[in-house]
């Protein structure tokens, strides 16, 4: 018999990381394995699941469609679910948003919002307009577009000569802050620079890309809503277009269904992905203003881009199910639940000596650590993760920042739960 082909799995060096783990089934909150072990999922698999793993409406709604339309290519044709979750995504979203573009990832969803934002103005015959302003931190896929928008570190350094470059503008890491002040006080002092930028290049820059309110994998930062509002404000009167990459913080996680509500911001173009489908199926969508559609009409105006698996139907009838559990499920009581929980840990939290900041925003709680070696690359993380893994919790710290994000389905016991590992964890393990 043929050996298999041997798994390369994403962020992982095979001859030093632990062997993975073989999960058979999940159910709620938790993975099974099938040396019969039980791990609460306290970071909903990579931020994808909302509403617990195999949820029977999502499951059900997934199954039936498998027995319709699998699929069918979305240039020249559409299909029941796609127009489905067109019709039930608009209730959500700020009603400047009018088009939608599928894809099927984060990371394309981001790579489409980078391009329509250069052809729109190339479009409009300002073909000088091209460049694009990136924040520190910023991480926004792994694809070379996605890539070349994301903070530098060492996972992008390898490709540093296929990124293209950008402008790169100060994040509001206020524990950290990078010019200096400190919150209580400051007026946003960290976009200043962003403004002179904007005031001198406007004319060859094209975008802004934000991940709003909430960096993710560059280390759980949460900024103050006033820093995306006045990025809003700049963007507006530069004439920039603003792209919110909403791929983590959208379907709920941050409190509101999109980040951008909680500042009353609506850019010019959004990402979605991850949630979308509740963590079931992979898509991603461009959703962007009719002003920048109309833009693409015309000879030789058409965005000419697609992926195979665009507007998947099992993915967009997942979708479907998804929005539904929204429309008739408290999910926001669940939401508010959670983000309670973790003020009330965190809180208590917040003095231990070996802890450096906590920062929160809804269902996002982060924890970082003081370390020797700060950064994604401490040596912390491999214990912590080790650690978390045989109390049954799965937790995969960025570095030396813990974070937990589970599903909206857990309970105040289990969260408490994870908690305790987390403390158990951040008392045993030496932080260097
Ligand atoms: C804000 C943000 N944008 C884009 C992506 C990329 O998404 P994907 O992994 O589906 O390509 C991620 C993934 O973590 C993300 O957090």
């Known amino acids: 018999m043929t050996a298999a082909l041997k798994i390369w799995h994403p962020f992982t060096q095979s001859h030093l990381d632990p062997e993975p783990l073989r999960v058979v089934r999940a159910s709620g909150i938790y993975l099974y394995t099938d040396d019969d072990r039980k791990i609460l999922d306290a970071i909903s698999s990579w931020w994808v699941n909302l509403h617990g793993h195999c949820h029977p409406k999502i499951s059900a709604a997934v199954a039936e469609q498998a027995q319709v339309l699998d699929h069918v290519l979305l240039a020249g044709f559409r299909h029941p679910k796609v127009e489905t979750v067109a019709t039930k995504l608009r209730k959500f979203l700020p009603p400047a948003l009018e088009h939608i573009f599928f894809s099927d990832n984060g990371s394309t969803a981001v790579e489409v919002a980078l391009k329509l934002a250069v052809q729109y103005w190339q479009n409009r015959g300002q073909s000088n307009k091209k460049e694009i302003v990136a924040l520190e931190y910023a991480y926004h896929g792994d694809t070379v577009g996605a890539m070349s928008v994301s903070g530098d570190s060492g996972f992008t350094q390898p490709f540093d000569g296929l990124r293209f470059p ?25 976009a200043d620079a962003l403004a002179k930028l904007l005031q001198e290049r406007s004319d060859q820059i094209a975008a802004v890309i934000v991940e709003p309110l909430l960096q993710g ?31 983590l913080t959208g379907f709920g996680r941050c409190g509101a269904m999109f980040a951008c509500e909680l500042a009353n911001v609506v850019p010019d173009l959004m990402c979605l992905s991850k949630g979308i489908t509740g963590g079931f199926l992979p898509l991603g969508a461009t959703v962007c203003t009719d002003a920048m559609q109309q833009e693409f009409m015309g000879e030789g105006k058409a965005f000419l881009h697609g992926h195979s698996y665009a507007g998947n139907p099992l993915a967009c009838a997942a979708a479907v199910a998804n929005l539904e559990i929204f429309e008739t499920e408290d999910v926001f009581v669940r939401i508010k639940a959670i983000t309670a929980r973790h003020e009330m840990h965190l809180a208590r939290l917040r003095s231990s000596s070996t802890i450096d900041d906590v920062r929160q925003i809804g269902t996002v709680a982060a924890i970082e650590l003081k370390a020797e070696d700060p950064g994604y690359f401490s040596q912390l993380k491999p214990r912590l993760y080790r650690f978390f893994l045989e109390k049954g919790v799965l937790l995969r710290p960025l570095g030396n920042v813990i974070y937990v994000m589970p599903p909206y389905v857990i309970t105040t016991e289990e969260l408490d739960r994870v908690y305790s590992v987390i403390e158990e964890g951040v008392t045993t393990i030496p932080n260097r």
């Open 166 to 190: 950008v402008h790169r503008a100060h994040s509001a890491y206020c524990h950290r802050c990078p010019v200096g002040k400190t919150r209580a006080t400051c007026s946003i002092e960290c």
């Open 217 to 247: 994998a560059g280390g759980m930062i949460v900024h103050p809503v006033e820093f995306l509002q006045r990025i809003r404000l700049l963007t507006s009167k530069h004439d920039v277009l603003l792209i919110a990459d909403e791929v």
